[in-house]
Nanobody
């Protein structure tokens, strides 16, 4: 089992920044990648970003590329999502997730992930 605890959400004005954190514990040695997804009211969960645990390769949805940055601190077993230039359409519940898949092509798909955090609300006001 892997436990994921998220923090850092909140309310911000358009153009502002927030940083989400996701701390992993438990059987983290089985984790190859970490991802961030979001779900807005009435919409399906969508991929935001991901990072490979070894090597630190990053992957982004087109909608956040150039504005969001995913990073990891291996010593702390923590992944971060730095969100800049936030827009009202970024408003959603954000979830981190871990995957035991070593095929990075799968990181864009929610069914590749084994464990999920509790979700963190991000609200961007216009």
């Amino acid at each position: 089992q892997v436990q994921l605890v998220e923090s850092g959400g909140g309310l911000v004005q358009a153009g502002g920044s927030l940083r989400l954190s996701c701390a992993a514990s438990g059987r983290t040695f089985s984790t190859y990648g970490m991802g961030w997804f979001r779900q807005a009211p009435g919409k399906e969960r969508e991929f935001v970003a991901a990072i490979s645990w070894i090597g630190g390769r990053t992957f982004y949805a087109d909608s956040v590329k150039g504005r969001f940055a995913v990073s990891r601190d291996n010593a702390k077993n923590t992944v971060y999502l730095q969100m800049n230039s936030l827009k009202p359409e970024d408003t959603a519940d954000y979830y981190c997730a871990s995957t035991s898949s070593d095929y990075s092509g799968s990181y864009y798909y929610y069914n590749a992930y084994d464990y999920w955090g509790q979700g963190n609300q991000v609200t961007v006001s216009s």
